[in-house]
C-alpha cells in the first residue's frame, strides 16, 4: 500500500515538472494581466505583437498563441494551444516622438565659476611656490567668490586681485563638485602686481552632432557623452552655453590605435541655434531655437522613439554630415544591445557597414558623437565612443536615457509595471 502511495506521488510529480517545462504552459503562466502599449501601437493593431514580444516567445508554432484584439474595451483574449483563453487589459500611453537631427553642431560652453585648471610657482625668498596651492586649492576647483564678489569670468578674477594691490590676502570661495570651500590665499607682489599662482578657464567649445529635437517644446539633446575640461578632465559645470551652425571642412580618417576626427568651423553671431542648460553623461541638452533649425534632409516629421527592450541585433542606420552642412544616412550593424533598466551611456556595442562612410572616415570618427541610430523607422539610440582598437566599431546610448536628460516625460514608472 505505501509502495502505491509511493508510486502515484513519483508519477504526480513527473506529470507536474512535465506540465510546467511544456513551452505552451510556460507560456500561459506567464501572460500577464496588463500590457503597456504606445497610442500608435494600439491604432496600428500591434497588440499581438506587444504580447509576443513580452511573453519572449521563442517558437511560434509550437506555442500556437491566437489574440483577438478588442479596442473598444481595451482588452485582448489571448489563447494559448490547448490552454484555457485568458483576457489581458491594455493601457495605451501617449506616443513619444521627436524629430532626429544628425546637424554637425558647435558647442560652447561657459562654466558655474571659472575653474581651475593648473598651477604655476612663483619665488617667494628661498622657494618657490604657489600661493593658490599652499592655501588647499586643487585642480578643478571652480571660484565662484572673491573677497565677497561673485566671480562669473576671468576678468572678474583679474579685477579683485588688482582690487588687493594692498592687500596681503585674497578671500577665496571655490566649489569642489557639491561642496563649497573658503580660504585666504597669501597673495605673491611681483613687479607687474600680484599673482595667486594657477591657470584658470571658464569656457570650452567642441564640435558634436545633434541628436534629437521636440517641436512642442524645443528641448533637444546632442553629443551622447559629457564635456569636459581639456586639462582637467573634469565635467564642465555649465553656467551657461549654445550651440550654433558648423560646417564640416575635412575628415582625418580614423584607423585602429588612432581615432579620426571631423574638422569643422563653427559659425558666429545670428547663427546661434539654442541655448545649453545642461552638460551630464548623456550629453548636452537645452532649448533650441526651432526657427533657425535646418531643413530636414531626412525625417521632417517626428519619429516614435524605441526603448531599450525594443532594440534588436542587426541593421540600423545613423544620420550624420561628413561634408559641409548635408545630413546623410550610412548603414550600420547593432552588433549587442543591453536592455537596461537603468540609465548607463554604453547601451550598444554598433559597427559601420557602410561602404561610403568607411572610405571617407574609416568608421566612427570625434565629432561623430550625438549621430542619431534609426531602427524599423524609430529613434533608438545615439553613437557615443569609438573603439580604439577597431575604428569601425564603438559604444552608443539608448535614446531613452537622453530623452530623460533632456525632460521629456518617458512613462518609466507605468512601462516598468
Do not use: C
Amino acid at each position: 500500500m505505501d509502495w502505491g502511495r509511493k508510486l502515484v506521488g513519483i508519477i504526480s510529480i513527473a506529470l507536474f515538472t512535465l506540465a510546467i517545462m511544456n513551452p505552451a504552459v510556460q507560456t500561459f503562466l506567464n501572460i500577464p494581466n496588463e500590457i503597456v502599449m504606445f497610442e500608435s501601437d494600439w491604432e496600428d493593431n500591434q497588440a499581438s505583437q506587444a504580447m509576443k514580444d513580452r511573453l519572449d516567445i521563442k517558437d511560434q508554432n509550437q506555442t500556437k498563441v491566437k489574440m483577438t484584439e478588442n479596442q473598444k474595451q481595451s482588452n485582448t483574449t489571448v489563447k494559448v494551444a490547448s490552454m484555457p483563453a485568458k483576457q489581458t487589459n491594455i493601457k495605451t500611453l501617449p506616443d513619444i516622438k521627436v524629430v532626429p537631427g544628425g546637424d554637425s553642431i558647435g558647442v560652447k560652453l561657459q562654466s558655474d565659476g571659472v575653474m581651475v585648471v593648473g598651477f604655476h610657482d612663483v619665488k617667494a625668498g628661498d622657494k618657490r611656490a604657489s600661493p593658490a596651492r599652499e592655501a588647499g586649492m586643487k585642480v578643478g576647483d571652480r571660484i565662484v567668490e572673491m573677497n565677497g564678489n561673485k566671480v562669473t569670468q576671468l576678468e572678474d578674477v583679474v579685477k579683485e586681485i588688482k582690487a588687493a594691490e594692498d592687500a596681503d590676502k585674497l578671500s577665496v570661495k571655490v566649489k569642489r563638485g557639491q561642496e563649497e570651500k573658503s580660504m585666504d590665499i597669501n597673495l605673491h607682489q611681483s613687479t607687474d602686481g600680484n599673482v595667486m599662482g594657477a591657470y584658470i578657464r571658464n569656457a570650452a567649445s567642441g564640435v558634436g552632432t545633434l541628436t534629437f529635437y521636440e517641436p512642442a517644446s524645443g528641448k533637444f539633446g546632442a553629443l551622447g557623452h559629457v564635456i569636459t575640461d581639456s586639462d582637467t578632465k573634469k565635467p564642465i559645470i555649465v553656467d551657461n552655453g549654445t550651440i550654433v551652425r558648423s560646417s564640416v571642412t575635412a575628415i582625418e580618417r580614423g584607423a585602429n590605435g588612432r581615432p579620426g576626427e571631423k574638422q569643422a568651423v563653427l559659425s558666429t553671431g545670428s547663427d546661434v541655434l539654442g541655448n545649453v542648460t545642461k552638460n551630464s553623461s548623456f550629453g548636452v541638452f537645452g532649448m533650441l531655437d526651432q526657427n533657425k533649425v535646418l531643413k530636414r534632409s531626412f525625417y521632417e516629421e517626428p519619429l516614435p522613439v524605441a526603448f531599450a527592450n525594443e532594440v534588436k541585433k542587426g541593421p540600423a542606420q545613423i544620420l550624420t554630415v561628413v561634408e559641409g552642412e548635408k545630413v546623410e544616412k550610412f548603414d550600420i550593424e547593432i552588433v549587442q544591445s543591453i536592455p537596461q533598466m537603468h540609465a548607463a551611456s554604453k547601451g550598444m556595442v554598433i559597427k559601420v557597414t557602410d561602404e561610403k562612410l568607411l572610405e571617407k572616415t574609416g568608421g566612427i570618427i570625434q565629432g561623430m558623437s550625438g549621430s542619431p541610430i534609426i531602427q524599423d523607422g524609430k529613434l533608438i539610440g545615439a553613437v557615443t565612443h569609438v573603439f580604439v582598437n577597431d575604428a569601425t566599431s564603438g559604444y552608443a546610448s539608448h535614446i531613452e536615457w537622453m530623452l530623460e536628460e533632456a525632460g521629456i516625460e518617458t512613462y518609466a514608472d507605468e512601462r516598468a509595471s
